[in-house]
């Protein structure tokens, strides 16, 4: 108790000492660093110190936690797993993820009661806004995107712990204020010292803030409470990069401190691959080479390139999807049971599997590209990606990427997994498809089986989240004809509104500090070392091909699979 | 909102209603995950339909309406069919009359969707041993609530004398946000509890279940205190270090969690309707183990106080 006092009542002076300078710098700042400044030097105290280090020494893991409680039983599965005393500091509030996703989902988590008392909110960007301003844009975000609906009393619990700190990322005297608006949200709402940052913003920020973070104490733990630090994808753009940028994020944060997201992860559908897989007994045993004939995976947008053509172009499809949203979903699908599922059990596995994936000996004829030419989309009028608003007129990155990927292991061993991602397809939607052997033999006649395709389990990942199973049936009548049927269990229909946004649970996953749904580093650069050969391949050989808007991509994509006999299903 | 009205029915012709329905329907797929039986009288039946399909939006079920009419009548059954798109579910409300009333089971039993869960629900009068009761031996679950009854005290006091596991009770149900709201007070731990005091509005059941957890988990007396309400108020915990951790609640809607050296903090903790009440105790159909020992330490301080 007495060590840890130090770091606490250390701090203290010396970053009220460098606040007066920089709080004059912005408006809403001064009113903040004059509170701060009167209330530290009055009340730091050392019982108050005392306490601090007390709650910060307390404020251990969840596991901790729950076996100190005497409130909590694991029995009582109707207490919630509740996050403990923290704030979220939001960098980029003012972004697309953070209005349409981010605070929404806050919101939802303590529509839900997930938050914990106290739980604080601090936005920083560079807007000339004071904490009412930040509070007001949450607000609408709620109002608009949230999922739950809207309550008085949950707005007023989660509004009294909004702050907003103005700056920019290379403004020294800004992230002192953050780090002097942070301890006084400690004194004022018993958070503990405990800060998650997430660092919704363009990766090429991501070294400053971080020095930042470093720079003023803040990505420094005192005994007893964390720090975490969360960043979105894309993780690089090829293995060096990611590297590079893991470098920059280890450096200053501990690998168990890093969240890396991937929203996909927090889907309940890819969840629930894993109650699939490994809950039942029905699939298990024919999840192998013996009865699997190909697994195809896709994700098709309908959407083209949008307002994000300056971070898309030059990225590709590949980098931007099958790089870790689908490898990711063929690593859940294609690995070996987990020994538990905690975060090692889980990552350990689906490592695994990612360093046994192959790709194809002729990069040519194993993989596709393509890029969309203007048409029509879902009946409007659409233009191409050469000609979207402000992407080169010659540019060669794909809006379209097919690989033909195996996995080089005894239970998949000759079983192609075709992946497959592209903007402006017909329609919007991510699946997963098991597509079976067909019977070894059919004691039909031919004629009669003639439309009978193969068996197929579908794990629909969205939109109509949920499974299909297709199998063959008999046509009503007096003939024995054999047809495809589809069996289906709709997520939207079992358990309608349970089904939380996957940043609810990513979002409490980070505050409870439980990394089972977040890749790890290794995985980022497995994923790469898997890519990086594709995409130089292809920069290497020329222009990816052209496809009409609204249809299912490239000729080539098609051929790839033709020469194995095989053919895309039609979504 | 399809409604067919069948008198003097059976059964087995509500079942082919059912199913024709569907198929009319074009949706001839169940995705419906469980069978709610709830027995209830005329006046409370819209209510609990209500509550019912709301919670089905959650939990697709076929909700089966029990209500037993004039025992001196002839034996008949009426059934009102309701299959709709704006429940995903269906429903069927069944008045019995005469003899019938006492053999609802019967009707009950061919009803049921297959091997899938089944839940029973009192919203209103309780049987006094609802696992013994001729609906309640079919479900799996059985849900009460103390407090329709004429004396909720005593309701929830005598709960543990015909507790089976699978029984569980809305005054129950009602505790977990306060609950979850104390437990994660108690996540900073706030060393031993010397004592304290539940208090909420007269008569309400929830206060004394939560006064018998409290002292449960803590190993303390903590006593309960009547106060205007509406439904729970306050909690207040004595500490052996000294100070109070309190959470107030007046308006039920904000809470405010105070404990020494800390700031006070306000927190959501909103009464909740009968669908969301209803809808959390469909979300887990195992035993409520702590329920069962909740009541059973109720029923041992009540017994101590000579009741």
């Known amino acids: 108790m007495t060590e840890q006092q130090a770091p606490g009542t250390g701090a203290t002076p010396g970053e009220t000492a460098g606040a007066p300078e920089t709080g004059t710098g912005t408006e809403t700042g001064t009113g903040i660093n004059a509170e701060t400044n009167a209330e530290i030097g009055a009340d730091v105290s050392v019982e108050t110190a005392i306490l601090a280090a007390a709650q910060a020494a307390t404020a251990a893991t969840t596991e901790q936690l729950v076996a100190a409680n005497p409130l909590r039983d694991p029995r009582d599965k109707r207490l919630p797993r509740v996050a403990g005393p923290c704030v979220l500091v939001l960098f980029g509030v003012t972004g697309d993820l953070a209005k349409r996703k981010l605070l929404p989902a806050i919101y939802d988590l303590g529509n839900r009661g997930l938050l914990p008392p106290g739980f604080s909110l601090v936005g920083f960007a560079r807007r000339d806004w004071a904490h009412e301003d930040f509070a007001q844009v949450t607000y609408e975000a709620v109002k608009e995107h949230a999922r739950t609906p809207f309550r008085e009393e949950v707005w007023k619990q989660l509004s009294e712990g909004i702050h907003f700190c103005p700056g920019e990322f290379h403004d020294d005297g800004a992230f002192d204020v ?3 608006m942070l301890k006084e949200i400690d004194e004022t709402r018993g958070t503990g010292g405990n800060y998650a940052f997430y660092l919704a913003v363009p990766p090429k920020f991501f070294p400053t803030v971080i020095e930042q973070l470093k720079r003023t104490g803040l990505a420094q733990a005192p005994d007893g409470s964390w720090r975490r630090v969360v960043i979105e994808k894309p993780f690089g753009h090829d293995l060096k990069s ?7 994020t280890s450096a200053v944060f501990p690998e168990k401190s890093v969240f890396r997201i991937d929203h996909y992860l927090g889907k309940e559908t890819v969840q629930n691959i894993l109650a699939l897989r490994f809950a039942n007994t029905l699939y298990e045993p024919i999840w192998n080479r013996g009865y699997v004939d190909h697994v195809q995976i896709t994700m098709a947008e309908d959407i083209g390139v949008g307002g994000r053509a300056g971070y898309y172009d030059g990225i590709g499809a590949a980098r931007d999807v099958i790089q870790n949203h689908l490898l990711q979903l063929l690593a859940l699908v294609a690995m070996e049971d987990p020994t538990s599922f905690d975060a090692d059990a889980l990552r350990r596995e689906k490592e695994k599997v990612l360093r046994a994936v192959r790709l194809p000996a002729d990069l040519a004829t194993g993989t596709a590209r393509g890029q969309y030419l203007g048409g029509w989309q879902g009946g409007e009028p659409v ?31 000759g079983v192609p997994f075709y992946l497959r991602t592209g903007k402006r397809l017909s329609r919007r939607m991510t699946e997963v498809a098991i597509v079976f052997q067909r019977a070894p033999h059919l004691p039909f006649s031919t004629d009669d089986t003639e439309i009978l395709g193969q068996n197929a ?54 505050l409870i500090g439980d990394p089972p749904l977040f890749p790890h580093q290794r995985e980022v650069e497995l994923s ?22 609204g249809t299912w991509g490239p000729a080539s994509a098609d051929e790839m699979l033709a020469r194995d006999g095989r053919a895309w299903r039609r979504l | 909102m399809t409604t067919f009205n069948l008198t003097e029915t059976t059964a087995s012709k509500i079942s082919s209603t059912l199913t024709r329905l569907r198929h009319q329907m074009g949706a001839p797929a169940v995705g419906m995950v469980l069978t709610l039986v709830t027995v209830v009288d005329e006046a409370g039946q819209y209510d609990a339909l209500r509550a019912a399909t709301d919670a089905a939006r959650e939990h697709p079920s076929r909700i089966l309406v029990v209500i037993k009419r004039d025992s001196a009548e002839g034996d008949r059954l009426d059934a009102e069919v309701r299959v709709g798109e704006s429940s995903p579910g269906e429903v069927v409300l069944l008045r019995l009359y005469g003899e019938l009333t006492g053999h609802a089971d019967s009707v009950i039993r061919p009803l049921l969707l297959t091997d899938t869960p089944v839940v029973a629900w009192w919203p209103g009068e309780a049987p006094a041993l609802p696992a013994k009761d001729p609906i309640g031996a079919l479900a799996g679950r059985r849900i009460t609530d103390a407090k329709a009854a004429s004396d909720g005290i005593a309701a929830i006091r005598s709960r543990a004398e015909s507790y089976v596991p699978g029984d569980t009770d809305m005054a129950w149900t009602r505790l977990t946000p306060w609950r979850s709201l104390l437990a994660a007070a108690f996540d900073l731990p706030v060393g031993q509890v010397e004592g304290g005091v539940v208090e909420g509005a007269s008569g309400n059941p929830s206060g004394p279940l939560l006064a018998a957890w409290l002292s449960d988990r803590l190993d303390a007396p903590i006593d309960v205190a009547e106060s205007g309400g ?43 309707p009968t669908s969301e009440l209803l809808a959390e105790e469909l979300r887990r159909l195992d035993p409520d183990e702590v329920y069962g020992t909740s009541i059973r330490r109720l029923a041992a301080i009540s017994g101590r106080e000579g009741r």
């Open chain 1, 242 to 248: 990611a590297r590079e940028l893991n470098a920059i």
């Open chain 1, 178 to 180: 953050l780090s002097m």
């Open chain 2, 230 to 272: 509406p439904g729970l108020t306050r909690v207040r915990l004595r500490l052996k270090d000294g100070g109070e951790l309190v959470v107030s609640r007046t308006d039920a809607r904000l809470a405010t969690l105070s404990r020494p050296g800390q700031p006070d903090r306000r927190v959501a903790l909103a009464r909740r």
């Open chain 1, 457 to 510: 389990l579908v794990i629909r990942v969205q939109p109509d989240e949920g499974i299909t199973v297709r199998f063959g049936s008999k046509v009503p009548g007096s003939a024995m004809e054999v047809r495809d049927v589809n069996m289906d269990f709709a997520y939207g229909e079992s358990f309608m509104e349970s089904s939380p946004e996957a940043y609810e649970r990513l979002l409490l996953d980070v």
């Open chain 1, 383 to 413: 233009v191409g990606y050469l000609e979207e608003q402000g992407i080169s007129p010659d540019s060669a990155t794909e809006t379209y990427a097919a690989v033909r990927l195996e996995v080089a292991n005894r239970r998949w061993a």
């Open chain 1, 528 to 549: 790469w070392t898997i890519l990086d050969p594709v995409e130089e391949f292809w920069a290497s050989n020329g222009k990816p091909e052209g496809y009409a808007s």
